[in-house]
């Protein structure tokens, strides 16, 4: 009788075991399985064709051998002064990014397409500088969607709080109940991040898609109107969970491939 105690405990802590160990390699995968975003936005002085031409032949065929698909290019709709050139990588997960970099940086291919640029004197400098911040997609939506490639415009909003929890709420109000009513009124999405790091934070920033602004105010009509988002706009647990909204137009450069 101890003895067949014995075995059913060891089969119980065992299964338990197992079961955890699952468990945490799931809860691991779906971590991985998110993407991970690093968004760039370079302040032009000098020509930007020397840039761009970086881009072109050097920096976006590395990444894409590397694993990094679908980088997107953008400039501001109308004429910004200076003049801002927009870039998104997209790594697979949090992990590849350091991975993919180095990769990159000792690529020999890359290395060749990167000796114009890299020989430019300090009087032909492209950009001022360049500000750069690092989101992971949020469980909602965790690779980023590329929309048709017709003519098309892009709405890049990023959302303040006045704390961690704030933009933690403004998040999970995303997660369970903003999406549905985003697709349904055609609000589409390209990617959601929660900030790591970067400006204003704590923040989240995202990326939708229109055909021009004339849908975009349509469409934004028909969210605010949407009978889930009143409802769930007045819910209490989601109070004062954004401070304060930025935002930006955007349109694809040639060489997107977003």
Known sequence: MKRRNFIQKSIIATTAISAGVTTATQANNNEQAKEFYEFRVYEIKGNQANIQGYFTKALIPALNKYGVKNVGAFAEVGKSEPFKLYFLIPYP??????????????????????????????????????????????????????????????????????????VRRKIKMFND??????????????????????????????????????ERDANWKAFGADPDWQRVSKAPEYANSVSKIHKTFLEPLPFSQI
């Not at 032909?124 to 003519?151: C, H, W």
């Open 93 to 166: 997960s949090f992990d590849s990014y350091q991975k993919i970099n180095d990769q990159v940086k000792k690529d020999a291919t890359y290395q060749q397409a990167s000796e114009e640029y890299n020989k430019l004197s300090p009087e032909q400098a492209t950009y001022t500088r360049f500000e750069s911040s690092f989101m992971i997609a949020f469980d909602g939506l965790p690779k980023l969607i590329v929309p048709q490639n017709t003519s098309r415009i892009f709405e890049l909003r990023t959302y303040e709080g006045y704390s961690e929890d704030a």
């Open 177 to 214: 109940d903003e999406f549905p009513i985003f697709y349904r009124t055609k609000l589409n999405p390209v990617f959601f991040g929660e900030v790591i790091a970067g400006k204003n934070l704590p923040c989240l920033t995202y990326m939708i898609t229109f055909k021009n602004l004339e």
